[in-house]
């Protein structure tokens, strides 16, 4: 049941708009995959090649090896919920889910088993006889769902399928997802450009931007180690300062930047200094205090702005003309005496925290 | 309730009988010059020639009366079919086309409106007769080599009245179709369902509302004719609305006319609250299909 799929330079152009560079992309059997990005950058195309309502302009798409780039849709055998829901308005819940049974030619009577485990294993069971319309959109959802995956299909694809839902509806159905995902061990190919839902969920991430895959890993190798300025300050946020030139000492860097040199690390061994670079540190890895601190890297800035946020205390911190933005734990902040806005601090981060990442890459 | 915000409790009172007085001049008008007469007509159907309800026995026993009734009913039948059928491949066609080249589509369709029964007719009349343009083209060509008889018998009255009814069955049709969510036709094919099926298990019954509304309203109109195929027919195929005027005009037996009058208005009436339910229903659909 459990299949991988492979993109072979997939890419698509409509005319003189490119929506899909070509990609190269791996989704193992059985993992939880979302595709994340902003508007415009090329999800929902990756996902309709996938699906096979997007005819790549260049590549292939092979299924356990086998080419299925030129297949149509119905003979994939992939699920599909549509942003949307795309739910029949003239068919009943039940008729909704025995759709695609049908489509493979088995009988109302055969097929009654499977559908009713699908309602089932969605909690649908009081609301097969009733029409879409009369349903609540996490409902719609569900039906969705089931008719997605009642005829166990080899990959689930899932185009922003909570984004018209209320946000306290969208947590539970993400749990409700994530749980499902384990329960059917169906692949899932999830796409949205929310990017706590993305973090949440997946088992990777692959991050696009402007038709072109940046980066592709876990949640938490994505948000410590991105390898691209755009990852960086994609997921959660990042300070970014320009460099203008680095040595390299046996994998060890000193950049040279407008806060003086700071020895920072490449996000993984053997890639070099790209040309156009900066360093990037994130807010809550940045000590603050009022003494001069003991870290690799130290520079002297004045309080503009402070900032309680319940949990943390968030700073911006100018420092020779750069803003610095710090996150400081609310606990900590408060045995910091004299912490205010004007007041005189001292910066202070590793250099395994302060990563040299390509700015611009070849996507423009 | 009123548009305006009353200033004081006569204030509103004007208002409210000016909106009134809106509604009952077009109301006391239709009443004057379109429900009188109807009634007159229905009282004539039992006052004419003597008191009574003879003209409607007629119906039952008069052999010629049921020539023209089943005439009218099996011509406005396949007009019905016929308009239908050509006008959901008309809207399918529109329905699928780039925007603007449907906009052009669309005017093409508006456009015959502006254009009378009667100069149709004649039209047709010429283009259809032995020595008009299809047979001349048909002898041309060598296909056949004794002229078509195309006009003067039913054949050419539905072919007049398939014509004129077209955009009254396209607009209804296309209108539902534009309503029907593609997004639709993605999900069944995703789930396994070809073109073919596609269409039939999805897009078809999304469309039935507009189909039905369509055909009621072209029975409605065909039930009724009297200009194309009086023309067409050529005399030798008379429908309801001919006869009822041959009646009045010519044989000067207004009971009879009267009496088919009546059970004409009472079958168009009836078929008019038919229709009113299945827009309703269609109604219904179309925000069903609006909101998933
Ligand atoms: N049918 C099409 N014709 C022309 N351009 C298209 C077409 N479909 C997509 N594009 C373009 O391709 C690019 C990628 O589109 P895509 O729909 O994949 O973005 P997305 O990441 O899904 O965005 P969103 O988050 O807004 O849904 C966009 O610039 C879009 O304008
Ligand atoms: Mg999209």
Same mark, same amino acid.
């Given at each position: 049941m459990k299949k991988s799929l492979t993109f072979n330079g997939v890419g698509k152009t409509y005319g003189r708009t490119v929506a899909l560079r070509p990609t190269d992309l791996e989704i193992k059997a059985g993992e939880f995959l979302t595709l994340l990005g902003p508007s415009g950058s090329g999800k929902t195309t990756l996902l309709m090649a996938l699906a096979g309502?997007?005819?790549?302009?260049?590549?292939?798409?092979?299924?356990?090896? =086998?080419?299925?780039?030129?297949?149509? *849709?119905? /003979?994939?055998?992939?699920?599909?919920?549509?942003?949307?829901?795309?739910?029949?308005?003239?068919?009943?819940?039940?008729?909704?889910?025995?759709?695609?049974?049908?489509?493979?030619?088995?009988?109302?009577?055969?097929?009654?088993?499977?559908?009713?485990?699908?309602?089932?294993? #969605?909690?649908?069971?009081?609301?097969?006889?009733?029409?879409?319309?009369?349903?609540?959109?996490?409902? =719609?959802?569900?039906?969705?769902?089931? $008719?997605?995956?009642?005829?166990?299909?080899?990959?689930?694809l899932l185009d922003e399928p909570l984004s018209a839902l209320d946000k306290s509806l969208r947590k539970t159905l993400q749990t409700e997802l994530k749980e499902l995902h384990r329960k059917?061990?169906?692949?899932?190919?999830?796409?949205?450009?929310?990017?706590?839902?993305?973090?949440?969920?997946?088992?990777?991430?692959?991050?696009?931007? /402007?038709?072109?895959? =940046?980066?592709?890993?876990?949640?938490?190798?994505?948000?410590? $180690?991105?390898?691209?300025?755009?990852?960086?300050?994609?997921?959660?946020?990042?300070?970014?300062? *320009? #460099?203008?030139?680095?040595?390299?000492?046996?994998?060890?860097?000193?950049?040279?930047?407008?806060?003086?040199?700071?020895?920072?690390?490449?996000?993984?061994?053997?890639?070099?200094?790209?040309?156009?670079?900066?360093?990037?540190? !994130?807010?809550? !890895?940045?000590?603050?205090? !009022?003494?001069?601190?003991?870290?690799?890297?130290?520079? =002297?800035?004045?309080?503009?702005?402070l900032t309680f946020f319940g949990t943390h205390v968030e700073l911006d911190v100018e420092a020779r003309g750069t803003l610095l933005n710090v996150h400081v734990p609310a606990v900590q902040a408060a045995q910091e005496p004299g912490l205010a806005e004007g007041a005189e601090v001292w910066l202070g981060w590793d250099a395994d925290v302060s990563l040299v990442l390509p700015q611009e890459t070849a996507a423009a | 309730m009123t548009a305006f915000a009353p200033k004081t409790a006569s204030g509103a009172g004007r208002t409210d009988r000016f909106y009134l007085l809106m509604i009952v001049l077009p109301c006391a008008f239709l009443a004057l010059l379109y429900f009188l007469p109807v009634l007159n007509v229905l009282v004539l159907s039992v006052t004419e020639p003597q008191p009574g309800i003879q003209n409607y026995q007629m119906l039952a026993e008069s052999g010629a009366l049921h020539r023209i009734l089943l005439n009218t009913l099996r011509v406005s039948l396949s007009t019905t079919a016929l308009t239908l059928l050509l006008g959901y491949m008309f809207s399918l066609g529109i329905n699928s086309m780039a925007p603007r080249?449907?906009?052009?589509?669309?005017?093409? @369709?508006?456009?015959?409106?502006?254009?009378?029964?009667?100069?149709?007719?004649?039209?047709?009349?010429?283009?259809? +007769?032995?020595?008009?343009?299809?047979? +001349?083209?048909?002898?041309?060509?060598?296909?056949? &080599?004794?002229?078509?008889?195309? @006009?003067?018998?039913?054949?050419? @009255? %539905?072919?007049?009245? @398939?014509?004129?009814?077209?955009?009254?069955?396209?607009?209804?049709?296309?209108?539902?179709?534009?309503?029907? &969510?593609?997004?639709?036709?993605?999900?069944?094919?995703?789930?396994?369902?070809?073109?073919?099926?596609?269409?039939?298990?999805?897009?078809?019954? +999304?469309?039935?509302?507009?189909?039905?509304?369509?055909?009621?309203?072209?029975? %409605?109109?065909?039930?009724?004719f009297y200009i194309t195929p009086a023309i067409l027919g050529g005399g030798r195929v008379v429908m309801i609305a001919e006869y009822i005027s041959i009646q009045i005009s010519e044989t000067l037996r207004w009971g009879v006319a009267t009496m088919l009058a009546t059970v004409l208005v009472m079958v168009v009436v009836a078929l008019t609250i038919w229709m009113s339910r299945y827009l309703k229903v269609g109604g219904g659909l179309a925000s069903k299909g609006g909101k998933s």
């Amino acid at each position: 049941m459990k299949k991988s799929l492979t993109f072979n330079g997939v890419g698509k152009t409509y005319g003189r708009t490119v929506a899909l560079r070509p990609t190269d992309l791996e989704i193992k059997a059985g993992e939880f995959l979302t595709l994340l990005g902003p508007s415009g950058s090329g999800k929902t195309t990756l996902l309709m090649a996938l699906a096979g309502f997007v005819q790549p302009s260049s590549g292939s798409i092979l299924l356990d090896g =086998q080419d299925i780039t030129n297949i149509p *849709p119905e /003979a994939r055998n992939f699920g599909v919920v549509f942003q949307g829901y795309a739910l029949f308005p003239h068919l009943t819940v039940w008729e909704n889910v025995y759709f695609p049974l049908r489509a493979r030619n088995l009988g109302r009577a055969k097929a009654r088993e499977a559908v009713d485990d699908a309602l089932a294993l #969605m909690e649908l069971k009081p609301y097969a006889d009733r029409m879409p319309a009369a349903l609540s959109g996490g409902q =719609q959802q569900r039906v969705a769902l089931a $008719r997605a995956l009642v005829f166990k299909p080899e990959l689930l694809l899932l185009d922003e399928p909570l984004s018209a839902l209320d946000k306290s509806l969208r947590k539970t159905l993400q749990t409700e997802l994530k749980e499902l995902h384990r329960k059917v061990g169906t692949t899932f190919v999830y796409v949205t450009h929310d990017q706590e839902e993305a973090l949440s969920m997946s088992d990777r991430i692959a991050i696009l931007r /402007a038709g072109e895959i =940046q980066q592709i890993a876990s949640a938490d190798a994505l948000y410590w $180690r991105p390898e691209t300025a755009f990852v960086a300050g994609f997921l959660g946020r990042s300070n970014f300062v *320009p #460099m203008s030139g680095a040595t390299v000492d046996a994998g060890a860097v000193t950049a040279l930047t407008v806060l003086g040199p700071i020895k920072a690390q490449l996000p993984r061994d053997g890639v070099d200094v790209p040309r156009d670079a900066c360093i990037a540190v !994130r807010p809550e !890895r940045i000590a603050v205090s !009022r003494q001069e601190p003991a870290h690799q890297n130290r520079v =002297q800035g004045r309080v503009v702005s402070l900032t309680f946020f319940g949990t943390h205390v968030e700073l911006d911190v100018e420092a020779r003309g750069t803003l610095l933005n710090v996150h400081v734990p609310a606990v900590q902040a408060a045995q910091e005496p004299g912490l205010a806005e004007g007041a005189e601090v001292w910066l202070g981060w590793d250099a395994d925290v302060s990563l040299v990442l390509p700015q611009e890459t070849a996507a423009a | 309730m009123t548009a305006f915000a009353p200033k004081t409790a006569s204030g509103a009172g004007r208002t409210d009988r000016f909106y009134l007085l809106m509604i009952v001049l077009p109301c006391a008008f239709l009443a004057l010059l379109y429900f009188l007469p109807v009634l007159n007509v229905l009282v004539l159907s039992v006052t004419e020639p003597q008191p009574g309800i003879q003209n409607y026995q007629m119906l039952a026993e008069s052999g010629a009366l049921h020539r023209i009734l089943l005439n009218t009913l099996r011509v406005s039948l396949s007009t019905t079919a016929l308009t239908l059928l050509l006008g959901y491949m008309f809207s399918l066609g529109i329905n699928s086309m780039a925007p603007r080249t449907r906009t052009v589509a669309l005017f093409v @369709v508006l456009a015959s409106f502006w254009i009378s029964a009667l100069i149709r007719a004649y039209a047709w009349v010429a283009i259809l +007769q032995p020595n008009g343009l299809i047979n +001349q083209l048909l002898m041309g060509i060598g296909l056949i &080599d004794t002229p078509l008889i195309l @006009v003067r018998n039913e054949l050419g @009255v %539905i072919i007049g009245m @398939v014509h004129y009814m077209l955009p009254y069955a396209i607009l209804p049709i296309y209108a539902n179709m534009a309503g029907i &969510d593609r997004s639709l036709l993605r999900a069944s094919r995703a789930l396994g369902a070809n073109r073919w099926r596609t269409f039939w298990w999805v897009f078809f019954p +999304q469309s039935l509302p507009g189909l039905a509304g369509s055909g009621i309203l072209v029975m %409605i109109f065909s039930l009724g004719f009297y200009i194309t195929p009086a023309i067409l027919g050529g005399g030798r195929v008379v429908m309801i609305a001919e006869y009822i005027s041959i009646q009045i005009s010519e044989t000067l037996r207004w009971g009879v006319a009267t009496m088919l009058a009546t059970v004409l208005v009472m079958v168009v009436v009836a078929l008019t609250i038919w229709m009113s339910r299945y827009l309703k229903v269609g109604g219904g659909l179309a925000s069903k299909g609006g909101k998933s």
